[in-house]
Antibody
Framework: QVQLQESGPGLVKPSETLSLTCTVS??????????WGWIRQPPGKGLEWVGS???????YYNPSLQSRVTMSVDTSKKQFSLKQTSVTAADTAVYYC???????????????????WGQGTLVTVSS | SYVLTQPPSVSVAPGQTARITCGGN??????LHWYRQKPGQAPVLVIY???DRPSGIPERFSGSNSGNTATLTISRVEAGDEADYYC???????????FGGGTMLTVL
């Protein structure tokens, strides 16, 4: 059974950098069928896609966050990471990591869906 | 950028059928996915590629997608179906993932 686990500080000061890591267990991280994503949810609000990374390292970012977000993947450790700079209170949210899945025929036509999610980690931006 | 529109809330009595819509420009041309999220929990995939159900999701959950509207249908609604439901697509023009704003399903 695939499992994802987020880790990182739960409290970040304004203007500093938020850093999170997602560790994947029970399955491969290096399949061409997988996109590894970060999704966040501010308290009481809906889901917001932050970005996704392909196992090769190619990245896709939400345009509203693109200037502040960097994602990376370490296939040897079966981990992928998120860095978000210059955080403000508006970045306070539960951050989820998730596995995006698609087949070779569906990836370019229909895209991917998130079939496995981490439990989420609350990151609070406050001094 | 592409926008998905969901009603903020839907209410239904137990045993009845709930229909949650997700609107978007020519959404029928995209692969549409649905997630259920209960309070304090991570989202769970309930429908993928418009109408396919992951293992473990009851047959009561079904989906359709045509024109400018996708619909998640929950038959014989139970109290345990009460949750927030989100639709999601991948925009082929930008390679971006988009979520709808979510719909709170209340079982009366």
């Amino acid at each position: 059974q695939v499992q994802l686990q987020e880790s990182g500080p739960g409290l970040v000061k304004p203007s500093e950098t938020l850093s999170l890591t997602c560790t994947v267990s029970g399955g491969s991280i290096s399949s061409s069928n997988y996109y590894w994503g970060w999704i966040r949810q501010p308290p009481g609000k809906g889901l917001e896609w932050v970005g996704s990374i392909y196992f090769s390292g190619y990245t896709y970012y939400n345009p509203s966050l693109q200037s502040r977000v960097t994602m990376s993947v370490d296939t040897s450790k079966k981990q992928f990471s998120l860095k978000q700079t210059s955080v403000t209170a508006a970045d306070t949210a539960v951050y989820y990591c998730a596995r995006g899945y698609c087949t070779s025929t569906s990836c370019r036509s229909w895209g991917y869906y998130f079939d496995y999610w981490g439990q989420g980690t609350l990151v609070t931006v406050s001094s | 950028s592409y926008v998905l529109t969901q009603p903020p809330s839907v209410s239904v009595a137990p045993g009845q059928t709930a229909r949650i819509t997700c609107g978007g420009n020519n959404i029928g041309n995209k692969g549409l996915h649905w997630y259920r999220q209960k309070p304090g929990q991570a989202p769970v995939l309930v429908i993928y590629y418009d109408r396919d159900r992951p293992s473990g999701i009851p047959e009561r959950f079904s989906g359709s997608n045509s024109g400018n509207t996708a619909t998640l249908t929950i038959s014989r609604v139970e109290a345990g179906d009460e949750a927030d439901y989100y639709c999601q697509v991948w925009d082929s023009d930008t390679d971006h993932v988009i979520f709808g704003g979510g719909t709170m399903l209340t079982v009366l």
